[in-house]
């Protein structure tokens, strides 16, 4: 009986069909050695743009799988305990648009893009570099904050139409140096404390031969870099950062209404106020005022 015990629990191991093929649509068996494998398609509606793709990062299996199936969200995918990012948030898409100037000039393997659907996200905006070290990471944070320190303005074309546009000063306060993903720390606790055992090494090395391990390198047509724009652009109008005006020709992206609430009143065009010398007074270089009808 103690050997069919064994074998039981051997058998529980190596089950990636339970634990996760059957529970997950879209993965399959592959007919030539039968690994798990999916049908591999960019996403038709991502919120980033791939800047540099990362060498061997496979992504999608240590967290999609490993850490959200296998390890059902409770171990970090040892893997990814090597994975140190460089975070910046940029405050406006203004920012957003120099943050991907500098991104291309760096050459570092990054990405950027919207963050305000996120639910476990209070940025807006986010800009990531990534790094297989912590010292290649403390490395990659001085290249940048030097980098952006130098308060250049980015110029570069994006779909024929020219960019210029530069980081605001105060970036010190908006740019990270962290560990793994942010899912990870809010799920099993503070990066300073993962850890991994044998057990762990021995599960993940059976999922590894388990599942197919092409890695998804993410290049970026023409088209789906002018879709994200849309919905960059989109998504700032929606959160009412009007930095988006710049890249609409001054214009708002909706027609603004009509309103009839206040009909006692009207709205007239007055002439600039200005000093006896002719010259404006702050913030009264005309406009429009509310005069009682």
């Not at 919207?114 to 010292?135: H, I, Q, W």
């Not at 110029?155 to 970036?171: Q, S």
């Amino acid at each position: 009986m103690s050997n069919t015990r064994i074998l039981y629990l051997e058998a529980v191991k190596r089950d990636f069909i339970s634990k996760f093929l059957l529970a997950n649509p879209g993965w399959y068996l592959r007919s030539s050695d039968g690994r798990i494998d999916s049908k591999r398609r960019m996403h038709p509606d991502p919120p980033w743009i791939y800047v540099k793709h990362t060498p061997g990062m496979n992504c999608t299996f240590w967290h999609r799988v490993l850490f959200d199936i296998i390890h059902e969200k409770k171990k970090v995918p040892i893997p990814c305990q090597e994975c140190w990012k460089v975070v910046f948030a940029p405050k406006n898409l203004a920012e957003l648009m120099a943050t991907y100037g500098l991104m291309k000039k760096l050459n570092r393997p990054s990405k950027l893009g919207t963050e305000g659907d996120r639910e476990n996200s209070d940025k807006l905006y986010g800009a990531y570099f990534y790094n297989k070290s912590k010292e290649e990471g403390h490395k990659c944070f001085d290249t940048v904050t030097k980098e952006m320190a130098k308060g250049l303005t980015y110029e570069f074309n994006l779909l024929g139409v020219p960019i210029k546009e530069r980081i605001e000063p105060d970036f010190m306060d908006r740019i990270i140096f962290k560990r793994g993903c942010t899912e990870f720390e809010q799920h099993v606790g503070p990066s300073d404390k993962w850890s991994w055992d044998e057990e762990q090494l021995e599960t993940e090395t059976l999922a590894a031969d388990a599942f197919v391990q092409d890695v998804i390198i993410f290049k970026q047509s023409e088209h789906m870099i002018a879709h994200i724009m849309v919905s960059w652009i989109s998504h700032a109008c929606q959160w009412a950062d009007f930095s988006y005006k710049k890249f609409t020709n001054g214009n708002s992206l909706y027609a603004k209404l009509k309103t009839y609430h206040n009909p006692d009143k009207e709205l007239i065009e007055v002439p600039s106020i200005t000093k006896k010398d002719k010259t404006p007074y702050d913030g009264d270089a005309g406009g429009i005022i509310e005069v009682a009808s």
